[in-house]
């Protein structure tokens, strides 16, 4: 089994930065990939950056140019730079990681971030 523990988040202005942080713990060896999914009130959860272990990393059109995702394997951490962050930004982000060689199957409790108009 392995374990996400987010932290960052909170509020913050339009265009404006914010930093996510997750830590892994337990089977990290498991492991094939980490990186952030995030919800919108009333959306559905989509994806906004991942990194394989051999470090490419894979970036939602909205993402591009404006977040960057970076992993730390040392200390089996997944971060997430936000910069030039929109109203539309505002959603719960959730640090993820994968076992298999497709879907996400593991996810941290999630953390809020806001961004104000």
């Known amino acids: ?15 404006g930065s914010l ?3 997750c830590a892994a713990s337990g089977n990290i060896l498991s492991l094939k990939a980490m990186g952030w999914f995030r919800q ?3 959306k559905r959860r989509e994806l ?3 990194m394989s272990n051999e470090g490419t990393a894979d970036y939602s059109d909205f993402a591009k140019g404006r977040f960057t995702v970076s992993r730390d394997n ?6 997430l730079q936000m910069n030039g962050l929109k109203p539309e930004d505002t959603a719960i982000y959730y640090c993820v990681a ?6 996400y199957d ?12």
């Open 74 to 79: 040392t200390k089996n951490t997944v971060s």
């Open 48 to 50: 906004v950056a991942v």
């Open 19 to 21: 930093g996510l942080s």
């Open 40 to 42: 919108a009130p009333g």
């Open 106 to 117: 593991i996810w941290g409790q999630g953390t809020q971030v806001t961004v104000s108009s």
């Open 98 to 103: 994968r076992t298999t060689n497709s879907w």
């Open 1 to 15: 089994q392995v374990q996400l523990v987010e932290s960052g988040g909170g509020l913050v202005q339009a265009g």
